[in-house]
């Protein structure tokens, strides 16, 4: 996939996951909304990344390999807490809880 098709891609889930947060009321729907549009984001991120570390090894590249490997690890960690936050709003656990665009 080409670059510019990520770069769409990423700005396409958010502004829907903006949209689809800002229409709902405060409350734990609007915290999980905001979880879920997390989510969908770190998606495309690690995709994306994951898609050029494939290149990377495809190509033999040793240098970009580190770096977008370190950046596919570090936004794949960042995927997993957004998960585990999204169940835990789901769950109503922590009232106090912020959404992920606070």
């Known amino acids: 996939m080409a670059w510019w098709m990520w770069l769409a ?3 396409g889930v958010a502004l829907l996951g903006s949209l689809a947060v800002a229409v709902q009321r405060p409350g734990r729907g609007r915290t999980v909304t905001s979880w879920l549009g997390a989510v969908a984001f770190y998606v495309v991120l690690v995709g994306m ?7 990377a090894l495809a190509r033999g ?14 936004f794949s960690l960042g995927l997993l807490v957004a998960l585990y936050k999204t169940f835990a709003a789901a769950r109503g656990r922590g ?6 665009t606070h």
């Open 9 to 11: 891609s990423l700005i």
């Open 49 to 55: 990344f994951g898609s050029w570390v494939h290149g």
């Open 61 to 74: 590249a040793k240098g970009p390999l580190v770096g977008l490997g370190f950046l596919l690890a570090i």
């Open 95 to 100: 009232p106090g809880e912020s959404g992920a």
